[in-house]
């Protein structure tokens, strides 16, 4: 059990430095010059070109991009990002300061996603081309095909312009830091919009899973025996069709992260996505490189964390792989 | 000898074939919601290529006098504003979506399937460098891929198809070599083989009618998904940039507060668009991968 997950650990580890090498490299391909980019003109008229080479020997950036990003590495393992050459403050301050708000969207958002996915899939499943099965499948098309950012600004035209009853944006109303209820009032659209979206992946796949069990065999066996209905489907066929569920749940992990992107801009929400989006606008590839660190580790701790859930769910899984 | 039985083995198996096609044409036909998305989808291609040929449509021209004008008949779905016609803009930026969604998905079929091939047959150290480049790309959102690449090359309408096209490939990489694996424990590739067959002839006559059916179905669901993420790096300002037109970038008005509540003819037609056209493709999706693989049936 704990070899596979050590192991797994291990095979992370290079997947990760492989997304920071390949990020790395296509950002120092980026046009422009760090040192002069941002500089006042009239200070950059007063400096020779000596003065510019100094600078950049100071800064490394003579070195080739390979001996660049050694440094990076072995600056990041001291909990060194660097620092914006925007905004000249430290990356790790900037990317910690918004982790918490990413990190309370998307698990709202996952919460949402599961909650409203597992329960209405199994519904559908259960009444297999009935009246309900249809309307819930097509809301669930219709939720996929709609892009996240048209669907908030409906959710915002409809409940925060029209209805007035929701914040349309931020974290919280200036001046109600400590006020929780207005918090919370601030994540509900942005979680909903979030969870909604992925919502309806789930249900599709929980329905698919749920229509494979209850038509294999000891369920046939479990009605024969008369079993009540309920049972059946709590006992016997919800279990088993959770396993494969759990899968797609990371699987979806890595797309919420991604749709994240659009919901924190949308909703001014002060994350880590509204953060490199900004970060390319702005051309700042030092700030890039950090976002992609935390989400990149993020992203691999999750899908670990979901294999983890997969061998306690399912029995056979945890033996097999332990041999 | 050996040419006899080549040419026999060569004969059934393009017989075989050949009724498979048909078979999934017919199981493709009996699929109500692919034929209503093949309908829409038909009816949105022919309004944004065809349309733009007889109509002068000028998605690009202010007109002043027109500026935050509701639908009526002068503009049929009113003006942003700038004065633009949005009728003429949604046609344009349909267009975009098209060629965005098409050109991706068909450069990194491509791109895919030779890697695909590459990691298949090279085996060794060309497999484990593709395969682990492909388990890279797929741990991290794609979208955020996208995001660190415009913000090298700089955004505008070829970026986006680059882009897409260099990121898409892993999901074709990853089905062109297990069939490709799968394939090779099979007697008659064996027999192919013994028979002296080239590589080159079993990829062309043995594995490309093999994987045809799923690589479609990734393609199909590629061009909706290449579609979306346009759209979404448009809306972001990180795609298609203004003047030219694009669905993403025309809802994009509506973060502006006056505009959500005041203008709504401005970034609901464009929103409305996208999600039709996205909707119509993972229909045909839906009914391709129903077609291709009988068991799959109704499932998801």
């Known amino acids: 059990m704990s070899a596979y997950f050590f192991r797994r650990v291990l095979i992370a580890v290079p997947v990760l430095l492989g997304i920071t090498i390949a990020a790395f490299s296509v950002l120092s391909a980026a046009p422009g010059d760090p040192i002069t980019a941002r500089m006042d003109p009239e200070v950059r008229a007063r400096l020779t070109q000596e003065d510019l080479d100094r600078r950049r020997r100071e800064l490394g950036l003579d070195q080739p991009v390979p001996i660049r990003y050694v440094r990076w590495l072995a600056d990041v393992v001291q909990g060194d990002l660097g620092y914006s050459i925007v905004t000249g403050r430290p990356i790790a301050t900037e990317v910690g300061n918004r982790l918490g708000a990413s990190l309370t969207l998307m698990a709202s958002a996952a919460l949402i996603a599961i909650l409203v996915g597992l329960p209405f899939g199994v519904v559908s499943a259960v009444n297999q081309y009935g009246r309900i099965d249809y309307l819930l499948s097509a809301v669930t098309i219709i939720l996929i095909s709609t892009p996240t950012f048209v669907l908030a600004l409906i959710a915002l035209y409809v409940f925060g312009v029209t209805l007035k009853v929701l914040p349309v944006g931020d974290l919280f109303t200036f001046g109600k830091e400590n006020d929780v209820v207005d918090r919370l009032a601030h994540l509900v659209m942005p979680a909903m919009i979030l969870g909604l979206a992925n919502a309806a992946q789930l249900m599709r796949y929980t329905r698919a899973s749920m229509l494979d069990v209850l038509s294999s065999d000891y369920i046939t066996t479990a009605r024969a025996k008369g079993l009540v209905g309920r049972v059946i489907l709590v006992r016997h066929a919800l279990r088993n069709a959770l396993i494969p569920v759990i899968t797609i749940l990371a699987i979806i992990l890595p797309q919420l992260i991604g749709e994240a992107v659009i919901t924190e801009t949308v909703f001014n929400w002060p994350g880590l996505g509204q953060l490199s989006v900004r970060a390319a606008a702005d051309r700042d590839p030092a700030m890039l490189m950090g976002v992609i660190l935390i989400v990149g580790t993020a992203t691999l701790v999750a899908s670990i964390l979901a294999d983890f859930a997969y061998s306690v769910v399912d029995p056979r899984i945890r033996y097999v792989r332990d041999r | ?300």
């Open chain 2, 1 to 300: 000898m050996s040419a006899i039985a080549d040419s026999t083995a060569r004969q059934v198996v393009v017989g075989e074939h050949e009724s498979l096609a048909r078979q999934s044409v017919r199981r493709f036909l009996r699929h109500r919601l692919a034929i209503v998305g093949l309908l829409v989808l038909t009816t949105i291609f022919a309004v944004a290529i065809l349309l733009p040929l007889v109509a002068p449509l000028d998605p690009t021209r202010t007109d002043y006098g027109a500026i935050r004008q509701p639908p009526g008949p002068e503009h049929i779905l009113g003006a942003d504003l700038s004065g633009r016609d949005v009728w003429s803009r949604v046609v344009h930026g349909t267009r975009i979506s098209l060629i965005v969604g098409f050109g991706a998905v068909g450069l990194y079929i491509v791109i895919g399937t030779v890697l695909g091939l590459l990691a298949g047959f090279g085996g060794g150290l060309a497999d484990q460098l593709i395969m682990r480049t492909t388990d890279t790309v797929l741990a991290i959102p794609l979208i955020l891929l996208c995001i660190v690449f415009i913000s090298v090359v700089g955004p505008g309408l070829l970026s986006v198809i680059v882009v897409i096209a260099l990121l898409g490939w892993p999901q074709t990489t990853r089905i062109v070599r297990g069939q490709l694996l799968a394939l090779r424990e099979e007697e008659f590739i064996t027999a192919s083989r013994v028979l002296g067959v080239a590589d080159r002839e079993i990829v062309a006559r043995h594995l490309l009618p093999n994987i045809f059916g799923p690589l479609t179905v990734v393609a199909t669901f590629g061009v909706a998904q290449a579609i979306l993420l346009e759209a979404a790096l448009s809306f972001l300002g990180l795609g298609v940039r203004p003047p030219d037109p694009s669905l993403g970038e025309m809802v994009n008005a509506a973060r502006a507060p006056s505009t959500l509540q005041g203008l709504p003819w401005v970034w609901l037609p464009p929103g409305i668009v996208i999600a039709l056209l996205v909707l119509a493709v993972n229909f045909i999706g839906d009914g391709v991968r129903d077609a291709i693989d009988p068991r799959s049936t109704r499932r998801a």
